[in-house]
């Protein structure tokens, strides 16, 4: 849940299709609190190779998952929530391949991880599935 003001909850099937959607609000919602262009980028890549993992290997490609998302803005901070209901991941296993090793896939974590300043699961919801928190810090 939300710590601050909650700017946006979303539920969507996971299709690839309805990633070009949430690309649109995450922009919106970036441009609400006032992050620059570039910043915006990297929110809305970070976002959208987050939500493809979970459809990926989460769902392994099923469009009937759910995913939830949930945007917050608080002091000094957008706060993206991601939750799904495929089963628990082990996050002890959930890690980059090695960058030298050059070949298509495999970087969505290192890339999620250096596009933005925190990322990591939280303890999972009621109910299954796994929740997944991002952070990008507002400049001032």
């Known amino acids: 849940m939300c710590d601050s003001e909650e700017l946006l909850f979303m539920r969507f099937c996971s299709r690839p ?6 690309r649109c609000v995450m922009r919106d919602a970036a441009t609400m609190v006032g992050l620059d262009a570039e910043t915006t980028d990297a929110l809305v890549l970070a976002v959208n190779e987050a939500c493809m993992n979970i ?18 803005h608080e002091p000094g901070a957008l706060v993206v929530q991601l939750r799904d209901y495929a089963h628990s991941v082990d996050v002890h296993q959930v890690r980059s391949r090695d960058l030298d090793d050059v070949r298509p896939g495999g970087l969505g974590v290192h890339l999620i991880g250096s596009l933005m300043d925190e990322c990591g699961f939280l303890e ?6 796994n929740l997944y928190q991002m952070k990008k810090y507002l400049t001032q």
């Open 17 to 22: 299709s309805r990633l070009k959607l949430l």
């Open 124 to 129: 999972p919801p009621p109910g299954g599935g």
């Open 55 to 72: 459809i990926q290997h989460g769902y392994g490609m099923d469009p009937d998952g759910r995913i939830e998302i949930r945007v917050c």
